[in-house]
């Protein structure tokens, strides 16, 4: 589709759309809807002290699942890698300066 009439589809969108939201929070019995609604997402949302600490567990967890990670590839290599192969040494030696 040609890049301007999607922009202008867009634009034609975003004032309907505006127009609605408009028209909509004139009446005062929609308006007081929406508030209630709003008051009541707000609530079930956690507090920030919440999400930080869900955040901060979930990265100690993928620091630790990638530290696992790390150890068994470089377990795999040693075993796989043939005795006379530098390939396998340089691969650990790669990964083991991270």
Do not use: C, H
């Not at 209630?36 to 930080?52: I, W």
């Amino acid at each position: 589709m040609n890049p301007w009439i999607r922009g202008l589809l867009i634009g034609v969108g975003l004032s309907i759309v505006a127009t609605v939201i408009v028209l909509v929070l004139r009446s005062e019995e929609q308006r007081r809807f929406l508030q209630d609604r709003f008051q009541q997402v707000l609530v079930v949302l956690p507090e920030p002290e919440q999400v930080q600490r869900y955040a901060q567990q979930t990265a100690d967890r993928m620091s630790q699942m990638a530290g696992s990670a790390k150890g068994t590839v470089q377990e795999t290599m040693k075993r796989v890698m043939p005795s006379g192969s530098n390939g396998g040494m340089d691969a650990i030696r790669l990964t083991s300066n991270d």
